[in-house]
């Protein structure tokens, strides 16, 4: 079976043919139970209950639990909703298991059962002590890798939630393979899943993505579980985005964001404020972008520096930006503006460690670059929101009033938007909008 994919083959074979992974395969026990009584014979089923008109299904509202965090909650499309499957995701070391026992410690009417493979609880508690003072009564720990032993703890202590840290760890006693095999996790996920919608009882996995692959990555999962949700972050920056990638009771444009801390995670509600490097005097090579991330606007600082390149090949290194993305708009600028950048080397920064897919701030990475380049400053009190095309032309981007708002909310006198967006009410804002359909006229407002 195919640890990337999923695919299967009855022989071992070098290269999958189904997702083109080398080395990816390894052996799996099938199991082949006799079939189980009642089951139909000739494929039918006598079934008692009746497809009904959806009309007629009830919706109570789904009542919610609280995480305690908002950040975690918003994500969540408002809380935890009884009887889902949460897969928590990401790199090892990124602060999984902090962020669940935060919440696990602040959640204190709600009775936890916290599994643990990886950690001892005295390592647990270690971590709940540097994390708050709460007693944790409430939140029960045990070691345990076991799966059939966990439902056990489960109908003992019958507890409100249910946390696994992590679902490779775990195994079920009938299957032969070991923990962390493609089909323990299938199974493990699948047998908890089915208590989880018998007694309504929340669940909350949490599972390692690792690139070379030495454990299954959970990839298999995100078809069985309600919610994926993803931590990223540099491991050496503060920041930490919880993203979410599924959601069966809430949107997946929504963001957390966390700043990784001594005493634990900090919920970040203002990003604008932290990712704004605050310098007194204009410096050359900067330029405040309106960027939104999910659906929330924030200002964000694109660093760049341009240098004579000491040798023949110029190089280019960006953080946080797409590379190939800013070798284009590189060659945008060169072809478009004219500007001289094939001997110079440049680099590129995104403040806070942060990766940024919006399109949007395309315009404050030209900006910078070309600053940098000439040595000129942009005024402290610009900011910057546009796509820029291979023509060099600006164009349109999404939540424009938002990004307006934003910027006049930190403080920003003006904001250089796409000329081609339609249906912004100006009079709402104090701010000036400066509409600049080319790079030159962008440039033109922000260099004389
Ligand atoms: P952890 O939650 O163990 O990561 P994961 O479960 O995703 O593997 O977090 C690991 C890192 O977080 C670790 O390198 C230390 C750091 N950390 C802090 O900076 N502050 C804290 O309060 C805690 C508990 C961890
Ligand atoms: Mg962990």
């Known amino acids: 079976m195919c640890r990337n994919c999923g695919n299967e083959s009855p022989k071992w074979i070098g290269k999958c043919y189904s997702c083109g992974e080398w080395n990816t395969f390894v052996e799996e026990t099938v199991i082949t139970g006799k079939p189980k009584a009642g089951a139909a014979r000739d494929g039918i089923m006598p079934s008692n209950k009746k497809p009904v008109p959806v009309s007629h299904v009830s919706v109570d ?19 935890l909703v009884p009887g889902a499957l949460v897969l928590l995701g990401g790199e ?5 298991s902090t962020l669940v026992l935060q919440m696990a410690l602040q959640l204190k009417e709600q009775t936890i059962l916290y599994i643990s493979g990886e950690e ?19 939140c029960l720990i045990a070691g345990e890798t076991s ?12 507890p409100s939630l249910l946390i696994i840290d992590s679902v490779q760890t775990m195994a079920c006693e009938n299957l032969e393979s070991a923990p962390g095999s493609i089909s ?8 908890i899943m089915r208590v989880a919608k018998e007694k309504n009882l929340p669940v909350l996995l949490i599972g390692h993505i690792t690139k070379d692959g030495t454990l299954a990555g959970p990839k298999i999962l995100e078809h069985i579980v309600d919610v994926v949700l993803q931590f990223e972050g540099d491991r050496h920056y503060m920041y930490r985005i919880l993203r979410s990638a599924k959601n069966r009771f809430g949107s997946t444009s929504e963001i957390g964001i966390f700043e990784m801390r001594s005493s634990g995670l900090r919920e970040v509600s203002n990003p604008s404020e932290m990712l704004l490097a605050h310098h007194d005097e204009p410096m050359s090579g900067i330029a405040i972008s309106a960027a939104v991330e999910g659906i929330r606007p924030f200002l964000i600082e694109v660093q760049a520096l341009v240098s004579t390149a000491a040798y023949g090949i110029p190089q280019r290194s ?63 009190d610009v ?5 820029v095309g291979l023509s060099g032309e600006i164009r349109p981007v999404t939540r424009i009033e938002q990004r307006i708002a934003e910027a006049e909310k930190l403080g920003f006198k003006s904001i250089v938007i796409p000329k081609y967006d339609r249906g912004i009410n100006f009079g709402n804002f104090k701010i000036k909008s400066v509409q600049a359909g080319k790079l030159e006229e962008a440039f033109k407002y922000l260099f004389t």
Request: aromatic share 4%.
């Open 61 to 79: 509202e789904l009542p919610r639990i609280d995480t305690g965090i908002n950040e975690f909650n918003r994500v969540l499309g408002g809380g």
């Open 92 to 96: 090892p070391g990124i602060g999984k």
């Open 120 to 138: 001892s609880p005295q390592q647990i508690k270690l971590r709940a002590d540097r994390l708050s003072d709460v007693l944790g009564e409430h």
């Open 147 to 158: 799966v059939e032993r966990i439902l056990t703890h489960v109908e003992n202590i019958k």
């Open 184 to 191: 323990q996790i299938r199974e493990s996920a699948a047998t």
């Open 318 to 380: 960006s953080t946080g930006f797409d590379l190939r993305r800013l070798n284009m708009l590189l060659a945008v600028l060169e072809k478009r503006a004219g500007f001289k950048l094939a001997a110079k080397d440049v680099f590129l920064n995104i403040a806070g460690g942060l990766r940024v897919v919006d399109p949007a701030i395309d315009l404050s990475v030209v900006a910078a670059v070309l600053s940098s380049n000439t040595d000129l400053a942009i005024r402290k």
């Open 383 to 387: 900011c910057l929101a546009g796509e």
